[in-house]
Nanobody
Framework: QVELVESGGGLVQAGGSLRVSCAASGRTFSSYSMGWFRQGPGKERECVAAINWSGSSTYYIDSVKGRFTISRDNTKNTLYLQMNNLKPEDTALYYC???????????????????WGQGTQVTVSS
């Protein structure tokens, strides 16, 4: 059974930093691309960042480029999202997800991911 558990969310002032983590189990973590998604109040879920199975390729949505960094440690089965210079519009529930196919290229649509964590709340105050 695949399980993804996010942690590290919280309340931070604008301009601050947070690192969220996602611990994975039940699947060969290093063989699948991973993604961080977020969903704010009244908004659709969007892919914030994604990383391929080896960590050699990444994707970022335009609004977080230069501020967020996605990384993975395949020895620890853990995915990370370092978020710097946070803005109030970054406030959302952040989810990690695992791609559907072995050794696949980066995907950024929710339908391309099959297992999801429960989410961790990130709130940025102005």
């Amino acid at each position: 059974q695949v399980e993804l558990v996010e942690s590290g969310g919280g309340l931070v002032q604008a301009g601050g930093s947070l690192r969220v983590s996602c611990a994975a189990s039940g699947r060969t973590f290093s063989s699948y691309s991973m993604g961080w998604f977020r969903q704010g109040p009244g908004k659709e879920r969007e892919c914030v960042a994604a990383i391929n199975w080896s960590g050699s390729s990444t994707y970022y949505i335009d609004s977080v480029k230069g501020r967020f960094t996605i990384s993975r440690d395949n020895t620890k089965n853990t995915l990370y999202l370092q978020m710097n210079n946070l803005k109030p519009e970054d406030t959302a529930l952040y989810y990690c997800a695992t791609g559907r196919h072995l050794y696949d290229s980066i995907r950024y649509r929710p339908n391309d991911y099959d297992y999801w964590g429960q989410g961790t709340q990130v709130t940025v105050s102005s």
